[in-house]
């Protein structure tokens, strides 16, 4: 099995707004990422955690706050976002750090 | 800046014809490359992984990789319409834990 599962599906949120995006795998996997996907764009590296620590971060704005409360859960907290930060974000799993990574089906966020 | 390249498209393919698609990368250390299909709207899925030079094949899928040259290919035998998405060539960077450099992708649109 190689589900990773992400909730919600969909979001709309104003720039005040707090709201959580989950993430949620049970194939073992010690590594989770966060992605974020505009239109006609690759995804984009947001955050990486391994053994539950984050062990990159690429430079992403603190009104992206992720958390990982055990192995299984990625959670990515929203805080005072813009229109910009409209997209698709992915969750991805891996094994390892050299390991193929499994998408999740994403959540289309739509900051208004 | 390490680079994935890839042919955006469309590439406009023939049903039942073979589809080609190329990606060149150039972090010279990479050892891992992986091919995801993502139609529109949707997350990425994994189609093929491949870590030795050589061919692979799943199916209609065959990946080939050539680390001297330092390019990866993924030929689509028996093209249906339900393959028409974008390919996205991946390769995982030697240097950075765990993350994946993707290409922009290629737009393939199989016609009846």
């Known amino acids: 099995d190689t589900e990773v599962t992400q909730t919600p599906k969909h979001l709309v949120m104003g720039m005040t707004n707090k709201k959580s995006l989950k993430c949620e795998q049970h194939?073992?996997?010690?590594?989770m990422y966060w992605y974020k996907q505009k239109a006609k764009k690759p995804p984009e590296l947001m955050f990486v955690?391994?053994?539950?620590?984050?062990?990159i971060n690429e430079s992403v704005p603190s009104r992206f706050s992720p958390e990982c409360p055990n192995s299984s859960l990625l959670n990515l907290h929203l805080h005072a976002l813009q229109p910009e930060d409209s997209a698709l974000y992915l969750c991805?799993?891996?094994?390892?750090?050299?390991?193929?990574?499994?998408f999740g089906p994403g959540t289309r966020l739509t900051v208004l | 800046q390490k680079e994935v390249e890839q042919n955006s498209g469309p590439l406009s393919v023939p049903e039942g014809a073979i589809a080609s698609l190329n990606c060149t990368y150039s972090?010279?250390?990479?050892?891992?490359f992986f091919w995801y299909r993502q139609y529109s709207g949707k997350s990425p899925e994994l189609i093929m992984f491949?870590?030795?030079?050589g061919d692979k094949e799943d199916g209609r899928f065959t990946a080939q990789l050539n680390k001297a040259s330092q390019y990866v290919s993924l030929l689509i035998r028996d093209s249906q319409p339900s393959d028409s998405a974008t390919y996205l060539c991946?390769?995982?960077?030697?240097?950075?834990?765990?993350?994946?450099?993707f290409g922009a992708g290629t737009q393939v649109v199989v016609t009846p």
């Open positions: 491949i870590y030795s030079n």
């Open positions: 194939m073992g996997h010690r590594a």
């Open positions: 991805a799993s891996s094994q390892g750090r050299i390991n193929t990574q499994y």
């Open positions: 972090d010279r250390g990479s050892q891992s």
């Open positions: 955690y391994s053994y539950e620590k984050l062990s």
């Open positions: 991946a390769v995982a960077l030697t240097d950075s834990w765990g993350k994946l450099q």
